[in-house]
């Protein structure tokens, strides 16, 4: 497929610079871009690349300002970034998920099973007794929908998602191959003989619409109730998500971060990677926390800035660990201090003495 | 179903207070319960959701002293978690894995394996070669079990486990979806050329009775001889444990925490979450390590508490990481006293000159 | 079977120090030799189990000088760690993956798929739309293929893998059970109303040849172009890495550590357990970055050692967490300095107001 310059800023409502006849195939990162390629530059950082870059097509930010000459004709746009993801959702649509449809056989569809229209269940998908699912779902190879089950319309689970029973996927929710929703949450109660005995986890996990959920992540039922995914929630891969745990309305969390039981975490919040937080805690509104801290307290106040292990303020946590880097050098200039005291002291007191 | 007070207090051995005849018909958290809820209180953080708690049963403490009129009917038990994790699990036996049994297709089993009696075998597993299969034992949806497997009587396997060839289970095992059993270690030699050749990993791991491991957790067979997961040991999500691991009975250890190769942890430690453990130390039976911890050292005395990366005595790492905090304001109170000593000392100096 | 030490210290090419006529049926590590094992010694830690052992035959280092006498014949080569592992390799290709051939049933294999000579296809496999498999691969129960994947000759694919469509796989890599290759990278545009809007990840993963990727991990495909898996790269378990990553030739991670978005890692790099590395950076080559690091800046320099979050110079930063540990005392030093100088201020000021 090719399309010009001029169509595709007719598209994404842009202003031409240069050639609006030129022709693009595909699409490439900027820096990896050659002719033919439609591209975009958003983050200043790429900006070097633009002026070098043999992209036929690239898209820009209004607020560019060019500091040399460029070949490619420009498409400038208020949002760089999220014009050419439209354009990428288009493309996508036309590629991706195109001819997957109905029922391939072998696959394991329960009789009490209620099944929509345009559906796609892949060879060994199992669906369990009285799942219910809705209309355009796809669900790839491998993958595994407990009992009572409920997945509601245009969502996918790609090959090898594991939902145990009575678990619940809203509309328009993605699921990324090899998550484990609904597994018992990690509840054991000791014994006086040192050992453990487990607590039944008898709730589910309910995910709601608008939510993506990255590779091998796994979210916890609850013990009892439910653990709650809310609408346009984003996790990222590798994110354990334990029982009774409830993610505010479009928060977002990075890889391999851990959120212990019953935590209770706002909207809006942009969590980083490998980030771990206890349980029994509320985190506020539009809380971001920085990759790899530890939040042992709870957040009280919205939109706070935290980082560090245990975490508090942002910008005070930067500055003690400018002075961590500088502890060695701290600890000579204590030693010299006491030195020069101690001298200065012996000094004073023989200065004394003389003129006592 | 529905129960009374009456019923319940006499399956728990506890002393009723308050109508002994209203009944519940459901299981809720305290602070979710509504009329016909059992609900329990056992951590003093959810009192206070006891005096204005709509639940109709609530098990508490023996030792607890009310502060103001409870509406529910009361139970009072030694151990109000215990009890109500004892109901659960009554509950439990009920609902879930009911009508679970026989050979479901299309499923594989080779015809050198054998399989006990009162078996769940689902659509999608694979049966490889003289694998034993115990009593009552339960293997979801498209599970794969290698050759020469052993997994013994009341163990379940939910949607997704993957044992690896010559590797066993012990009895009542419960292993989660997606856990994977017996690859490879992580062993290569470095070659001169800068590449690395693998070191075949030839051994197995052996899961021993009471075992319950999480969703994704993966634990990788020895170089030779065995990894030991020993009796009673729990693991939550996604945790790694390294070839020749050993970890010790009844030790507990949260998600994503990483053991790494030929460590041997001791008997009833209790692990937190995200903590890394280097390879080749030993690990005193009833430590207690903190959440996102790094220990790079054996711990050779008994019941210890770490925390910290590096970890140190739990206490001790704490006042550090208080002192971390202030450590801007340390640097500033450097920076008065090498200023006031140096007056002073230039004070005492002049002074001393003019005594002279 | 049995070997005799001579057939042995043919074989790996060693000089004999004992019997060259014991037998050895069996291999063992040091620790858990018995009569009739074979056995070896390279770690120095290890060393001490030399002079008990019951092994029949030990390698060990040329380099080696013997403390006391030892049982056992002894066969000494330049590094007994990796003629030992040479011996692994010789036992393991005997045993294990013997007699997988052919396509057992019932598996899916597209009409439009290529498949090559001598190959593996389990039962539950599934092979989508214009697949390419390559002479002797391996592909065990439950794999799923996506659309236009390339798996070249001698890979092996444990149970469980998920290939997205699009990607591409080298020859002689092994994939364990679990891994996700090419799941959407985690990009969303954020949008005024506080929701995100998701942009369409339309590249691939390209994994080049000799690579080992561990159980659970997950490799996200590239927004546009490729995320890249360098020749000759080693990835252990639970490993995220993000899109537009490209790992180069035989760098080797460990366990539990992330890579975010469009990092370039150099060759040969060695980098530990539950590191944390942040996107847009890149990693010189040769560089060593301890367990739990995390880094936030690009490595520009070769051959540097990196330890601690946020990371810097291995060696300052071990000395920085000697004085933490320290810090509470630290703070004592300082109050008593704060006193002193005090106390010495008075004196000096009463002194001199004396002279005056």
């Known amino acids: 497929m090719q399309f010009t310059a001029l169509q595709i800023a007719t598209l994404i409502k842009g202003t031409l610079e240069g050639n609006p006849e030129v022709k693009v195939s595909k699409v490439s990162k900027i820096e990896e871009a050659i002719e033919g390629s439609l591209s975009f530059v958003a983050n200043p950082k790429y900006e070097e690349y633009l002026y070098s870059s043999k992209a036929s097509v690239i898209i820009v930010n209004e607020s560019l300002k060019l500091a ?50 345009d559906v796609y269940i892949a060879a060994f998908a199992y669906i369990g007794e009285n799942v219910i699912i809705g209309d355009r779902v796809k669900i790839y190879p491998g993958c595994y929908i407990g009992d009572n089950v409920v997945i509601n319309e245009d969502s996918v689970l790609y090959s090898g998602v594991k939902i145990y029973n009575e678990c619940s996927v809203g509309s328009r929710v993605f699921i990324h191959s090899g998550c484990v929703i609904g597994g018992d949450g990690f509840g054991f109660a000791p014994l006086n003989n040192g050992s453990y005995k487990k607590v039944p986890q008898i709730g589910n996990v309910i995910i709601e619409d608008d939510v ?64 771990g937080i206890v349980g029994h805690i509320h985190i506020a509104d539009g809380t971001k926390i920085n990759a790899q801290s530890g939040l042992s307290k709870s957040v009280l106040e919205a939109n706070q800035a935290l980082n560090g292990s245990p975490a508090f303020d942002y910008k005070s946590s930067l500055r003690s660990q400018a002075v961590f880097r500088n502890l060695p050098e701290l600890n000579q200039r204590i030693m010299k201090l006491e030195e020069t005291i101690a001298q200065l002291a012996a000094l004073v007191k023989q200065d004394i003495s003389i003129n006592e």
Not at 80 to 86: N, R, S, T, V
Not at 229 to 246: E, M, P, T
């Open 68 to 117: 040399a000459p460029v070949s490619a004709t420009l498409i400038r746009v208020a949002d760089a970034y999220m014009a050419f993801a439209l354009l990428l959702e288009k493309y996508n649509e036309m590629v991706s998920n195109a001819g997957k449809n109905g029922i391939e056989q072998p696959s394991y569809v329960s009789k009490t099973a209620s099944i929509g229209k």
């Open 212 to 275: 993506e959920i990255g590779a091998n992540t796994t979210i916890d039922r609850a013990t009892m109730g439910s653990t709650y995914i809310r609408k346009g929630v984003k996790l990222d891969n590798l994110i354990q998500i334990a029982h009774n745990v409830d993610i505010g309305e479009n928060t977002v969390i990075a890889a391999q971060t851990g959120v212990s039981g019953s935590t209770k975490i706002g909207k809006n919040c942009v969590i980083g990677g490998q980030v």
